[in-house]
């Protein structure tokens, strides 16, 4: 069974796991603080430590690829391509809400008790700001969903609709956020449209390292195989400041035609 190491970035806090094959050996979970490139290496380092002299080197990465935080999933990207380079290690990347769909489904098999006789489906969702929600839904008892394109942004509409259906067990947190028109010394919402919907990176769930070790194993059986030159983060969606930019060259370039027009 091949070394391999999982690499989960994506929310405010991380994890690294260990595994060999899908066997989990050690996972290490790192604080904000610790999230940082200056303490992830040694963290990395701990764990590659734990593979027996005698034993071949790594043979796996994988890694979260997004949704989730910009400077995390860079660091974590990065780190994931960097070993794959070194080691000639085989690179699997994995959507970081599929890992908690897995995280989910793992629930349900071990107590199926816990979840409404009646779901056939999960559905998970982050925030993505601006009103918008990052969802993926998946079979409740399927063994593996490695596409990509099951995770989308949508309205929050479409999150109380899932939300609404029967066959739906649906997984994120309601938090309440000061919104413009909120009273900032308020400590409850005075009203249901003051509560945001939640975002499990920033509350329970999280993805976890051992998790996605798991769940990229089962990828790798199946022959997914990533390629470290080309693979990025898949945020969806650019930055605000990246789409405050875009705005402002699109005013401009507009203003630029319009006085061009003028002049002809």
Known sequence: MIWHLAIETSGREASIALLQGNHLVRELNLTVEQRTTASFAPAIQTLLQSI????????????????????G??????????????????????????????????????????????AR?????????????????EPLDAQIDPADTATEIVDRSRWDDLQAAMDIYAVGRRVAEPLPNRDASATEPSAASE??????????????????????????????????????????????????????????????????????
């Open 52 to 71: 027996p002299a005698g034993d071949p080197p790594l043979g796996l990465v994988s890694v979260s690829v997004g949704p989730g935080s910009f400077t």
């Open 73 to 118: 999933l860079r660091i974590g990207v990065t780190a994931a391509k960097t070993l794959c380079f070194a080691l000639k290690a085989d690179l699997v990347a994995v959507d970081s809400l599929a890992i908690i769909c897995q995280q989910q489904r793992e629930a349900w098999l071990a107590n199926p008790e816990q979840f409404p006789a009646a």
């Open 121 to 137: 489906r999960i559905a998970v969702c982050t925030n993505a700001y601006r009103g918008q929600l990052f969802i993926r839904t």
């Open 195 to 264: 509560v945001e919907y939640g975002t499990t990176f920033d509350g329970w769930p999280r993805p976890m390292a051992a998790t996605l070790g798991r769940l990229a194993w089962k990828m790798y059986q199946s022959g997914k195989r990533d390629d470290y030159w080309s693979l990025v983060p898949r945020y969806l969606r650019k930055s605000a400041a990246e789409e405050m930019a875009d705005e402002k060259d699109n005013r401009q370039n507009s203003a630029g035609t319009y006085s061009q027009a003028k002049k002809i």
